[in-house]
Nanobody, 118 residues
């Protein structure tokens, strides 16, 4: 069982920046993919950005060029740098970890609120 603890959410004005951090309870070298999803009110949870153990990243189209995801093995963490935020980025952001051991095991953090005011 992997525990994920997020931090760094908050309220920011449009055009501002925030950095989210997620620390895992075990060595992230064992985690195939780590990343961030978000869920806005009335909408389904969606991928924002994720990065594999070998450093391959993928992003939601609308955040490309504004957000950057990175992993830090020394800290057992994954971070999301969010720049040029706009009100459409307002959501609860969830850290996600996937481990493949013959089948996929998926873990979630508790979520952190990001609110962007116009």
């Amino acid at each position: 069982q992997v525990q994920l603890v997020e931090s760094g959410g908050g309220l920011v004005q449009a055009g501002g920046s925030l950095r989210l951090s997620c620390v895992a309870s075990e060595n992230t070298n064992t985690i195939n993919e780590m990343g961030w999803y978000r869920q806005a009110p009335g909408k389904t949870r969606e991928l924002v950005a994720a990065v594999t153990a070998d450093g391959t990243a993928r992003y939601k189209d609308s955040v490309k060029g504004r957000f950057a995801v990175s992993r830090d093995g020394a800290k057992n963490s994954v971070e999301l740098q969010m720049n040029s935020l706009n009100p459409d980025d307002t959501a609860v952001y969830y850290c996600n970890a996937k481990i493949f051991l013959g089948v996929w095991y998926v873990y979630w953090g508790q979520g952190t609120q990001v609110t962007v005011s116009s």
